[in-house]
């Protein structure tokens, strides 16, 4: 039974939750707190799966609450309702809050977003892993990204447009800004996966002040380097998946959420050569002495691999699920039915096609590691179109190149 724990200072609201919340009571064991001290003695006293905490509260307000929940029990997902939008408040709480839900919140909303967020633990198998992931404010981007997007700010000129060019080159700026523009702050009434709409809708002075803000902006910088992981190349694979991925036939409707998962389907790789070095290490070097893809050793060695810890990551921060299920199944796109063509599909065929021209050695060799059957491919609809994709992906890596 999933434990879920209520914040909010007032008691009419913490009523209001409890009868909206009533049928609930036999899938969720629920509590409720009058203020962030009496949550804290809550959590000390009893473990909870979510904690769902109100953003305007006297002497501890949520943004200090969840900072203190993050640091303690970093492994609890965190929401925060608001009814308020303003950027301070959001720039405060996007470093320690997985997902953001405006007030008034309805209980079916309520209750997909906590049981999404309990479900995704089902995805790893490793508490450090998870702890780890829970307590993620950021991703470490480039350091390149940095400077263009300074220079780009600086100059009055810049358009959002050439902002957007830069931040979609990026995986660790991607996610965060696609994370922040989901979020019940900017009041958008549908999941935004396209990166120059996102930055739009968010305007120039909300991208200086997450560029400013060293909470949610963090430049790579390993202590040491992990052989066999280069962040340009990742970078410049994660552009390609994306590109091809936005080119193969997925209905219309999922063409923009397609290409954002095909650009962060390896995000977990970066989790892991920042959090995790030496287990990436180990892990990196027994998939290149063994000639196998990285993700066998790793499912080999712990029950899971980088696609789910991505998943984890980018499903806990409140992304589109179909973009969450296509990061985390982008090796495994069977494990799940499909009935056409779909994001999964598409995404797991375009990582493919992006190692064909670029494998990745030393990592490991693409050997056992190929395209969905022909036979896989008609059932789908498009069994006749593989040697056509293998063409356009080959004339789509010039125009990543150019970038």
Known sequence: MRRVLFVDDEPRILEG?????RSQRNEWDMAFAPGGEAALAMMEATSFDVIVSDMRMPEMDGATLLTQVRNLYPQVVRIVLSGHTELSTALRVVPVAHQFLAKPCDAGTLRVAVERACHLKGLLSDDSIRRTVGALR??????????????????????????????????????????????????????????EHAVVYLGI???????LSLEIFRVFAPEAPVPGFHLESLHTHARLSAYIAARLPVPTHLTEITMAAGMLHDVGKLVLAWKFPDRFRRLLAQAAEERLPLYKVEEREHGFSHAEIGGYLLG???????????????????????????????????????????PPLPEGSLENDT??????LTALGVGDDLAAWRAMAAETRPLVAQV
Do not use: C
């Open 17 to 21: 939750l409890r009868r909206m919340l």
């Open 138 to 195: 950021d991703l470490p981007s480039l350091p390149r990204t940095y400077e263009a997007l300074t220079q780009g700010l600086a100059d009055p000129d810049t358009s959002l447009q050439k902002l957007a060019k830069i931040v979609e080159q990026d995986v660790g700026v991607t996610a965060k800004i696609l994370q922040l523009v989901n979020s019940a702050f900017f009041g958008i009434a549908h999941s935004v996966t396209n990166i």
């Open 205 to 211: 002075n909300t991208i200086r002040s997450l560029v």
């Open 316 to 358: 806990l921060w409140g992304l589109p699920y179909i973009l969450v299920e296509a990061v985390a199944l982008h090796h495994g796109p069977n494990r799940v039915p499909h009935e056409y063509f779909d994001a999964v599909s598409a995404v797991h065929v375009a990582n493919l096609l992006a190692h064909e021209l670029d």
């Open 371 to 376: 395209m969905p059957s022909q036979e896989e």
